[in-house]
């Protein structure tokens, strides 16, 4: 249910889930299939708390920051989850050093690729968030479940049916939080109607708005922004079978990005789902579940709607439409627990760069001005097949095995066409920089899968070591971007990772600690070139390098509780002999409360050291290393309502992530500073 005193998963309380069992080894008699495959894991849900040895289940943990503008940057909160700012809206999530569609993020099922070649709109900017029931964070390759790719991790956002026996047929709810730094609105609603035989309706509202903020020196930082959004959900579940019918809608108008040479005036996102299963008992099959999925992305960014003009107006409207659907069977054998399954995720994009000398007849795209198409109607089609099991061996070992196969096909009708205000084809571009054209469509037969081993040393000790091997293909961008400045790659290899997990974790009681150390050697990277040809953004593949340490502990005892985790993730470039662009430096947060009854207060710091392993083509310089210090408290007014507030960065400390968003429109790049001092409050309030 969509339950806003549930949704209070913020920093602070994601950084509580950080302190699961990433993969304890005994599964026992009650735990239940899904749990099983998707061992390592940080789970989020609403309504209950629960530490079990794989997830963590939260319920009333107050939101302890200011109410987050999108998905990435509540994420960023996730230990080993870091996210790129290029403005107030459209946070980047990277894991792992990897980000883009080197992760996947799933919304109950469906996949949304952004509309903005220069990614104005990740997926996780407009995603549900705020709607889902269960937030599953995979760090690296985990599954073979989730989708193609993903070989830096899974985002996975999961609704429930919603429970109406001491509730009445009707509940609803309310959010509304204020910031003094950009005076950000957010205000959600929500409601589940129980029409009767096992039928049900819900939905939900919101709105988020914000103008620019001002950094630590009192700089103001163009980052405003309005985002509204809605959604409505049809449902059944009885005599086990479940079945819903999801339509949303996001809208994000007038949102500035300082980090880039345009801003987006508008981009709107329309998602269709169908999604449901039902419970059998036919010899070793269980369950069978799917969904079918329709996701359409209209965006447009320019550079002088919202920004003063320069020498040229620009403009580029785009679409991004992805359909799919999946298949999967859950059955049970022995002491095996497997899933075996059928998915597609096909998308297609277009996008065309208008230009002139007077704003009008380029604001109404006139044909003549139509200087590039960025994405020349490129399709790229995934269909897969896959298989996992999850094995008791023992008392003390469990035994994880995936295999999956993606068939690739990409094509770009439009690759031959020569825009009106151009001489130029994109594959006149291709031509030039890579000696192909992209007349044909590609192919490609991708296979991976994982092995994992998890040991139970005792009841509250496990230690675990995975391998795996994924395969990603890359996206429109990167295969057929045509501009002459920003060429992408008709033959470009899809990435290999071959990742090494190893881990440990132990619970405690009153404390907790996990670790993880990772290697990811991957052949055929996909590397974003920009010191290769001279003025001009090509692709091509290389060998590279990634490797990590994780780590987070806890400490709780008579109302205090301390929490703390790190993250440090390495990058390099084996071919060239340098270092990748865009990792996160070692960075992580310590966080201490005290709570009796119905309040609870405390302070987190979060720091980053200084990053100078850097690729200074894609990055803006090396960055210091920077501290702040958040405070907050909360109180529980009544079993209805819950007052929160809190300050952010309370030393109004001037600093910038190390994740810039480096793009092709500025001759040069540009680091956004994080908001300075900012006060909040917010109320949650359930009927």
Known sequence: MNNPKYLRLSAYAILMSSLSSVAMAQVTEDTDAQTAIDLPQIVLEQG???????????????LMSTPPADGGEFLRGVPGVASGRMGGHGLEVVIRGQSQNQLNIIDSGSFTYGGCPNRMDPPAATAGISRADKIIVERGYQSVTNGPGG?????ILERETPEFEDSGPLTFGLSTGVSSNSGKINVNGDFALDLGRGVYLEGYAGSKTADNYEDGDGNAVRSSYDQKSAGLTLGYEGNGVDLALDIERDRVEDALFPGAGMDSPLSDTSIYRLRGGVDLDAGILRRIEGNLFLSEVDHVMDNFTLRPAGAMFARTPTTSDTHGGKIEAHLEFGATKAKVGLDLVSNNRFATLYTGMMAAPVLAENPALARFLMWPDVTIRQTGL????????????????????DYVKASAGAANTVPGGSAASPNTFYTAQYGTTFNDARTEHNIGGLARLDYALDANTNVYIGLSRSVRTADATERAMGRSNWVGNPNIAPEKHHQLDIGYERDGGDWMFNASVYADRVNDYILRDQFSVAGVTTYRNIDALLTGVEVNGSWTRGGFTVLADATYTRGKNKTDNRDLAQIPPLSGSVTMSYGQDAWQAGGRVNWAMSQDKIDPARDAGATPGWATLDLFGSYEMSDKTMLIAGVDNVLDKTYANHLSRTNVFDPGMFQVNEPGRTFYITVEMRF
């Open 48 to 62: 209950v708390e629960t530490v079990g040895a794989t997830t963590v289940i939260l319920g009333d943990q107050p």
């Open 151 to 155: 070989s830096g991790g899974s985002v």
């Open 386 to 405: 896959y298989g996992e099991t999850v094995t008791e061996l023992s008392e003390h070992m469990t035994l994880t095995l995936g295999a999956r196969y």
